[in-house]
């Protein structure tokens, strides 16, 4: 079970880091589920990465948030040391109710954060916000993909 917080119990950089994930999800491009949603990563080295989901008719290849985050810290070298990552959304109408509750990465999404961790040789945190932060739950990623399955499942380290 992660903990659940509210925004001001966070760190500053991870404050920042919620932050930043909820302004990147206004660039998301979701004409078809209308729920935009943004992330953020931190390296080691304090780098931001950021990602919002890409839509597409054809459902099946939309690019998530965290994928856009953790490919852009690739992009940059930065694949190997993700430290944290924030995922937030939110339904794009105007005036449209907000249920209030923290998003969390998808099982493929969580798969890929897994992988990102392994690369980083260490559990990273996911800070999994609502649509105005003012809820968060922070968890690793190995309690949001507990047994999951690893370069070990294949014998590589």
């Not at 660039?27 to 078809?32: F, K, V």
């Not at 939309?62 to 856009?68: F, K, Q, R």
């Not at 998003?103 to 961790?117: F, K, N, S, Y």
């Amino acid at each position: 079970m992660g903990i659940a917080l509210g925004l001001g119990d966070l760190e500053a950089e991870e404050r920042a880091l919620a932050q930043a994930a909820l302004e990147v999800s206004t660039h998301a491009y979701a004409p078809y589920s209308h729920y935009a949603v943004g992330a953020a990563l931190r390296t080691h080295a304090g780098a931001v990465h950021r990602g919002c989901n890409v839509e597409n008719a054809a459902y099946g290849v939309v690019l998530c948030a965290e994928v856009g985050a953790l490919a852009a810290a690739n992009v940059a070298g930065a694949g190997d040391a993700v430290q944290v990552i924030a995922v937030t959304g939110h339904l794009m109408a105007a005036g449209a109710a907000q249920d209030g509750a923290v998003v969390t990465p998808c099982g493929r999404c969580r798969q890929l954060i897994l992988e990102a961790a392994h690369r980083a040789r260490h559990d990273i945190r996911v800070l999994c916000c609502n649509h105005d932060l003012s809820r968060v739950e922070v968890f690793t990623i190995a309690q949001l993909l507990p047994h999951g399955f690893g370069p070990g499942n294949l014998g590589l380290g």
